[in-house]
T-cell receptor, first 115, second 111 residues
Framework: GAVVSQHPSRVICKSGTSVKIECRSL??????MFWYRQFPKQSLMLMAT?????????EQGVEKDKFLINHASLTLSTLTVTSAHPEDSSFYIC???????????FGEGSWLTVV | GENVEQHPSTLSVQEGDSAVIKCTYS??????FPWYKQELGKGPQLIID?????GEKKDQRIAVTLNKTAKHFSLHITETQPEDSAVYFC??????????FGKGITLSVRP
């Protein structure tokens, strides 16, 4: 099946710094990528939808200036958590769908810990 | 918008038995229903999906059934094994638009 890769899988950063998470589609062109956040023992919460070459669409309550999303190519989307705080610590997951839009595949997720 | 309900939140079965997980959805326009398995600390893994033009789909020990009239769909796992223990999420969407997830169910398979 299609593969979506996230990097890094785990990251620890200091409060006030920014951290970037990459999401890559390895064997297909991802026209649309989605970013989720997941708290322990909870479901996935959609943060934003990004289409290649255009601005991301953020869900209500998600700060677009804090969670910067870039989808510059058909195989790469990035999520940058700016001025991170401990409450931003979470499991961040991306997913991607191809041009046909038949199936949505998820990455392995990235654990962010802000200390 | 779409609302996906998943009940119960936990399910425990004996190894070798079958497990059935049910979900309901609210938007009759939804036409894509995937099921994901998530192991601790990992991203969701697509295990099976079904589209609204079929009523059932099977892949080895896993099957999914869809009742469009009642707006519910179910995941069936036969001959369960301990490695089937995980959190299972159902979801619904219209085409390739954003998925709406259920809250997840923790399946425990007792050896």
């Amino acid at each position: 099946g299609a593969v979506v890769s996230q990097h890094p899988s785990r990251v620890i950063c200091k409060s006030g710094t920014s951290v970037k998470i990459e999401c890559r589609s390895l064997d297909f062109q991802a026209t649309t990528m989605f970013w989720y956040r997941q708290f322990p023992k909870q479901s996935l919460m959609l943060m934003a939808t990004s289409n290649e070459g255009s601005k991301a669409t953020y869900e209500q309550g998600v700060e677009k200036d804090k969670f910067l999303i870039n989808h510059a190519s058909l195989t790469l989307s990035t999520l940058t958590v700016t001025s991170a705080h401990p409450e931003d610590s979470s499991f961040y997951i991306c997913s991607a769908t191809d041009r046909v839009g038949n199936t949505i595949y998820f990455g392995e997720g990235s654990w962010l810990t802000v200390v | 918008g779409e609302n996906v309900e998943q009940h119960p939140s936990t399910l425990s079965v004996q190894e070798g038995d079958s497990a059935v997980i049910k979900c309901t959805y609210s938007d009759s326009a939804s036409n894509y229903f995937p099921w994901y398995k998530q192991e601790l600390g990992k991203g969701p893994q697509l295990i099976i999906d079904i589209r609204s033009n079929v009523g059932e789909k099977k892949d080895q020990r896993i099957a999914v059934t869809l009742n469009k009239t009642a707006k519910h769909f179910s995941l069936h796992i036969t001959e369960t094994q301990p490695e089937d223990s995980a959190v299972y999420f159902c979801a619904a969407s219209k085409g390739n638009s954003k998925l709406t997830f259920g809250k997840g169910i923790t399946l425990s398979v007792r050896p």
